[in-house]
């Protein structure tokens, strides 16, 4: 079967694939891609929506059938594209038989997933066979942990000297008031935070599998901190973000280290409230939802109730888009290290602070990055390194211009 396409919206129906389409029009202009799904209606009565908004005839855009149930239908869609962009979650259910039917036809693979035990799966089973294979399965390609990843990378490159650690800084505003504006997720998104809460007790085993190497001691070494503070180019109080960025940008980390015998830079992340008691309160209120995620009966009442469990932040309707696009976001990283090689008991003194900003982060950012990062493997996989396998962002764009990209963008 020839690959009539470069690219494949899989899971196009959903409320970020709409997202992706929108961005797509642009950013893969000069590439023939189509949609996929398991509902030709749904898929043809996005594709007449996104029209009446855009104003344009989108009726070039090839409609595929696939589903993940049906395997056939996915090794056939794997193989009339050199990438499919997966926007199918939760990913810890629905996300390996894509990987496979991708792997298995030959077409590089990117995911905007925010489940370490799904990453952590999959580097296992599959990152020999993709490597065999020449095929690329990038993960975690939306907001986590594109900005994160990139955001790393820019700071190495402008260092000047050698980073010990890295603290990122995570800030989300919300410009406007109003009960719906207060609605900023759609209960995808939802559930595929309350699925990673419920497998989170499998990550300590994957990590003790993937994490066999030891890697060098590094000093002094970047102790989390466990009680709401705050820094000096902001008034809002910060606590533990326990965000996939760590987990991926670790990932980073080990492979830097292993392909390059790089120095591991440290990581940690927080985010921001206005307040200190809705900071010291975070962290009970993410072991609630751990605790509830691990049984039936609560993980039911979760996802049967997100907007109650949320306080009004996850939406069971499409969230509206002029809401996300008054929601602003920074990720301020700081930076520490020293200006060249010396032995570790001597106190890193050089700073770099980093700042990533932007609007709708949610879906609008995680929609741009994932295209950013498919169009990177179209058009630099040459540059890529170790021709395939399961990598993260950072290792797999690192030598790529995907920050020029970006900017651009």
């Given at each position: 079967m020839s690959r009539n396409l470069d690219a494949i919206i899989f899971g196009a129906s959903s409320y970020t694939g709409q997202?992706?389409?929108?961005?797509?029009?642009?950013?893969?202009?000069?590439?023939?891609?189509?949609?996929a799904g398991r509902n030709e209606k749904k898929l043809k009565r996005m594709l007449s929506d996104i029209e009446a908004k855009v104003k344009k005839d989108l009726s070039y855009i090839p409609i595929i059938i696939a589903?993940?149930?049906?395997?056939?239908?996915?090794e056939i869609m794997a193989k009339q594209c050199r990438i499919v962009l997966n926007?199918?979650?939760?990913?810890?259910?629905?996300?390996?038989?894509?990987?496979?039917?991708?792997i298995d036809a030959g077409t590089h693979h990117v995911d905007i997933t925010g489940e370490p035990q799904f990453i952590g799966n999959m580097l296992l089973k599959y990152n020999d066979l993709a490597k065999e294979k020449g095929v690329y399965i990038v993960y975690a390609c939306g907001l986590e942990s594109v900005p994160a990843e990139l955001g790393v990378l820019f700071a190495e490159e402008n260092f000047g000297g050698i980073i010990n650690s890295i603290e990122m800084y995570m800030d989300v505003k919300q410009t406007q008031s109003g009960s719906k504006a207060r609605q900023m997720f759609h209960t995808g998104t939802w559930n595929s935070l309350i699925y990673s809460f419920k497998y989170a007790c499998e990550i300590l085993k994957l990590e003790r599998q993937l994490n066999k190497e030891k890697l060098p001691p590094t000093k002094p070494k970047l102790w989390l901190k466990p009680f709401p503070h705050q820094i000096e180019t902001s008034h809002r109080y910060y606590c533990y973000f326990p965000a996939t960025d760590k987990f991926v940008i670790e990932r980073s980390q080990r492979y830097f280290y292993a392909s390059q015998e790089k120095r591991p830079i440290q990581f940690q992340s927080y985010i921001g409230f206005r307040s200190f008691w809705l900071a010291l309160l975070w962290p009970f209120y993410v072991i609630l939802l751990l605790i509830l995620s691990q049984f039936t009966w609560s993980r039911k009442a979760l996802l049967r109730s997100p907007h109650l469990f949320s306080f009004g932040l996850v939406s069971v309707e499409k969230p509206l888009e002029s809401v996300q696009?008054?929601?602003?976001?920074?990720?301020?990283?700081?930076a520490k290290g020293r200006y060249h090689e010396v032995p570790d008991f001597i106190e890193p003194k050089k700073e770099l602070v980093v700042r990533v900003s932007g609007k709708n982060p949610i879906y609008g950012v995680t929609s741009n990055a994932m295209l950013i990062c498919a169009k990177t493997i179209l058009n630099e996989n040459s540059k890529m390194p170790d021709n395939g396998g399961v990598l993260s962002p950072a290792s797999a764009f690192a030598k790529t211009q995907i920050i020029?990209?970006?900017k651009r963008t």
């Amino acid at each position: 079967m020839s690959r009539n396409l470069d690219a494949i919206i899989f899971g196009a129906s959903s409320y970020t694939g709409q997202f992706v389409i929108e961005e797509a029009l642009e950013i893969l202009k000069d590439f023939r891609w189509g949609i996929a799904g398991r509902n030709e209606k749904k898929l043809k009565r996005m594709l007449s929506d996104i029209e009446a908004k855009v104003k344009k005839d989108l009726s070039y855009i090839p409609i595929i059938i696939a589903d993940v149930n049906d395997t056939s239908s996915l090794e056939i869609m794997a193989k009339q594209c050199r990438i499919v962009l997966n926007c199918c979650g939760p990913y810890n259910i629905l996300g390996e038989p894509v990987v496979k039917a991708c792997i298995d036809a030959g077409t590089h693979h990117v995911d905007i997933t925010g489940e370490p035990q799904f990453i952590g799966n999959m580097l296992l089973k599959y990152n020999d066979l993709a490597k065999e294979k020449g095929v690329y399965i990038v993960y975690a390609c939306g907001l986590e942990s594109v900005p994160a990843e990139l955001g790393v990378l820019f700071a190495e490159e402008n260092f000047g000297g050698i980073i010990n650690s890295i603290e990122m800084y995570m800030d989300v505003k919300q410009t406007q008031s109003g009960s719906k504006a207060r609605q900023m997720f759609h209960t995808g998104t939802w559930n595929s935070l309350i699925y990673s809460f419920k497998y989170a007790c499998e990550i300590l085993k994957l990590e003790r599998q993937l994490n066999k190497e030891k890697l060098p001691p590094t000093k002094p070494k970047l102790w989390l901190k466990p009680f709401p503070h705050q820094i000096e180019t902001s008034h809002r109080y910060y606590c533990y973000f326990p965000a996939t960025d760590k987990f991926v940008i670790e990932r980073s980390q080990r492979y830097f280290y292993a392909s390059q015998e790089k120095r591991p830079i440290q990581f940690q992340s927080y985010i921001g409230f206005r307040s200190f008691w809705l900071a010291l309160l975070w962290p009970f209120y993410v072991i609630l939802l751990l605790i509830l995620s691990q049984f039936t009966w609560s993980r039911k009442a979760l996802l049967r109730s997100p907007h109650l469990f949320s306080f009004g932040l996850v939406s069971v309707e499409k969230p509206l888009e002029s809401v996300q696009n008054t929601i602003e976001f920074a990720m301020t990283l700081k930076a520490k290290g020293r200006y060249h090689e010396v032995p570790d008991f001597i106190e890193p003194k050089k700073e770099l602070v980093v700042r990533v900003s932007g609007k709708n982060p949610i879906y609008g950012v995680t929609s741009n990055a994932m295209l950013i990062c498919a169009k990177t493997i179209l058009n630099e996989n040459s540059k890529m390194p170790d021709n395939g396998g399961v990598l993260s962002p950072a290792s797999a764009f690192a030598k790529t211009q995907i920050i020029e990209e970006i900017k651009r963008t």
